[in-house]
């Protein structure tokens, strides 16, 4: 079968990557009086920067592009508007990585549009591969170390939708869907994790449990 290279992200990664991205911010003498995150990836790390940062305008715009698993969804969409004047505002726009950058060109398009005196833009990860550069970045990741980054706000998404291309090709059981993971996909989840992850497809009606087995439906 053919895998991709991923990397379960830990929090203590994440802790590190804002800091970093706080440092970079803070060398710039760039002081944000609102914080924007795209939802979904960038709302975490976009509250844990204004809560480093202390600021308390923190709002949301909902951008749409990755539909599965490391598969594009045709081009990034805004789906949700920004809801507030931030006419003169000094404005970051936070996501949570750049990989082609259209989701981040886009929204940054969109909050330019309302006026702000001041935006910039950060990420935890840019990939070298993305069209657009954001102002500060934590880390690059070069094209030919692409990885697919599983982050802690998302595991259980990630870990089902590959689980069932896993499954396309392979019955499992949970020792050997880990393996399957650690050799194509160069993770191991626990074994919690995975049990979890089939628990999820079972209940909406993907797969079924014969014993130790689950098959695809």
Not at 73 to 95: E, F, H, M, W, Y
């Amino acid at each position: 079968m053919k895998g991709f290279r991923c990397m379960l992200v830990t929090w203590k990664n994440i802790e590190d990557w804002v800091s970093e991205v706080i440092k970079k911010i803070e060398l710039d003498k760039y002081n944000p009086e609102v914080i924007i995150g795209l939802a979904r990836g960038g709302l975490v790390p976009a509250r844990l920067i204004s809560d480093r940062m202390q600021i308390k305008d923190l709002y949301a715009v909902k951008t749409e592009h990755w539909g599965i698993t490391a598969t594009p969804d045709g081009q990034a969409r805004i789906t949700q508007t920004l809801p507030i004047n931030i006419s003169g505002k000094r404005v970051l726009v936070v996501d949570d990585i750049t990989d082609t950058g259209q989701s981040l060109s886009l929204a940054v398009d969109h909050v330019k549009n309302m006026g702000p005196s001041e935006l910039k833009s950060a990420t935890l990860l840019h990939i070298l591969h993305s069209k657009y550069i954001p102002d500060y970045y934590a880390d690059v990741v070069p094209e030919d170390k692409w990885t697919w980054f599983i982050f802690p706000w998302n595991v259980y998404e990630d870990l089902t939708n590959i689980t069932l291309k896993i499954m396309d090709e392979n019955q499992v059981t949970i020792e050997s869907l880990q393996d399957i993971y650690e050799k194509y996909f160069q993770i191991k989840p626990k074994k919690s994790q995975l049990n979890e992850t089939l628990s999820i497809l079972i209940k909406k009606g993907k797969i079924v449990r014969d014993g130790k087995i689950y098959k695809k439906l």
